[in-house]
């Protein structure tokens, strides 16, 4: 990272305190508690910045862009009637890496389906 500044050693303390997925609204109202005067703009241009180092990975979920600081892959399942939105687990990814002889750092799953409310 380039020069650390009082406002990014705050975002990045912040940041790595966080264990789940977060994006930058969350985080910049935790960061906010500390330092009223730093910008929505300066918390996006922190996590681009942590993104192209590979300090932290993007996923999109709901139309949103989440963040994480590991290499956790992210997986939903969408219901086309009610629109309802389940995270899921994913436990083994052999069928992943049987597809492909690259090496999978992380990856995103979007299910779409009828979920078991509406099924009935």
């Known amino acids: 990272m380039r020069r650390m500044t009082r406002q990014k ?3 990045y ?3 790595k305190r966080i264990s789940s997925f977060f994006d930058a609204c969350e985080l910049h ?3 906010l508690k500390k330092d009223p005067g ?3 703009a300066t918390v996006y241009r922190f ?4 993104e192209n180092e590979g300090e932290i990975h993007s996923f999109m979920c709901d139309n949103k ?3 994480s600081n590991n290499k956790k892959s992210h997986a939903h399942f969408r219901c086309e009637k009610c629109a309802e939105i389940k995270h899921i687990q994913v436990k ?3 069928f992943l890496h049987k597809s492909t002889h690259d090496d999978i750092c992380h ?3 979007e299910l779409i389906g009828v979920c078991s409310e509406c099924k009935q």
């Open 38 to 40: 730093i910008g929505l």
């Open 9 to 11: 050693k705050m975002l």
């Open 29 to 31: 109202a935790n960061v």
């Open 107 to 109: 990856f995103q799953i």
């Open 47 to 50: 996590l681009n910045l942590l």
């Open 65 to 67: 862009k989440i963040y």
């Open 13 to 15: 303390d912040e940041t």
């Open 92 to 94: 083994n990814v052999d």
